[in-house]
T-cell receptor, first 114, second 114 residues
Framework: EAGVAQSPRYKIIEKRQSVAFWCNPI?????LYWYQQILGQGPKLLIQ????????DSQLPKDRFSAERLKGVDSTLKIQPAKLEDSAVYLC????????????FGPGTRLTVL | SQKIEQNSEALNIQEGKTATLTCNYT??????LQWYRQDPGRGPVFLLL?????KEKRKERLKVTFDTTLKQSLFHITASQPADSATYLC?????????????FGSGTQLTVLP
């Protein structure tokens, strides 16, 4: 079974530039998550999708971050404009509906903002 | 707010010994706790889930306990091996509206010395 795919793996940009990340979840997983993981910290949930609808985006900085999952499969996360404090690893995860919510994570995209 | 706290100090142990990692939570008792392993440059990988009404859960060399009185979960790796070296994350499974979500601790970095 293929895992969660993410691209690119690494990205370096200057502040105020834009960047986009792509995620393809495990086939059949209706729930998709984007997390931000700053060095030395645990992942922090940014946004959660159920199929192509947003379930929770309460921790997404909506003035600069946006995400979509148009056909209920793959998803993109965009930052525009980037700030220095956005330097982090952006993780995508997916899961099946269910009580225990075991999540499967992709390898992440490491973003460096200069 | 609900918090998950893990010992931020790295843990070094000798091969063959038992590693014990601690996860403390505040404000209320989570119904479920999950433990994940994260290797450098990779996304977290699910290891174990323990429910509030379970005292202990085992999987091969792994054991998790849940003490609602102490508001604490302990994660044990018996007969530790250098390959067990990684960061271990504790996560509370909670709900935000209809969404099931994970709140992660900052993780504990474990190094097993040969």
């Amino acid at each position: 079974e293929a895992g969660v795919a993410q691209s690119p793996r690494y990205k370096i940009i200057e502040k105020r530039q834009s960047v986009a990340f792509w995620c393809n979840p495990i086939s059949g997983h209706a729930t998709l998550y984007w997390y931000q993981q700053i060095l030395g910290q645990g992942p922090k949930l940014l946004i959660q999708f159920q199929n192509n609808g947003v379930v929770d985006d309460s921790q997404l900085p909506k003035d600069r971050f946006s995400a979509e999952r148009l056909k209920g499969v793959d998803s993109t996360l965009k930052i525009q404009p980037a700030k220095l404090e956005d330097s982090a690893v952006y993780l995508c995860a997916s899961s099946l509906p269910g009580e225990y919510n075991e999540q499967f994570f992709g390898p992440g995209t490491r973003l460096t903002v200069l | 707010s609900q918090k998950i706290e893990q010992n931020s100090e790295a843990l070094n142990i000798q091969e063959g010994k038992t590693a014990t990692l601690t996860c403390n939570y505040t404000n209320y008792s989570p119904a479920y706790l999950q433990w994940y392993r994260q290797d450098p440059g990779r996304g977290p990988v699910f290891l174990l889930l323990i429910r509030e009404n379970e005292k202990e859960k085992r999987k091969e060399r792994l054991k998790v306990t849940f003490d609602t009185t102490l508001k604490q979960s302990l994660f044990h790796i018996t007969a530790s091996q250098p390959a067990d070296s990684a960061t271990y994350l504790c996560a509370r499974l909670g709900s935000s509206g209809s969404a099931r979500q994970l709140t992660f601790g900052s993780g504990t970095q474990l190094t097993v010395l040969p």
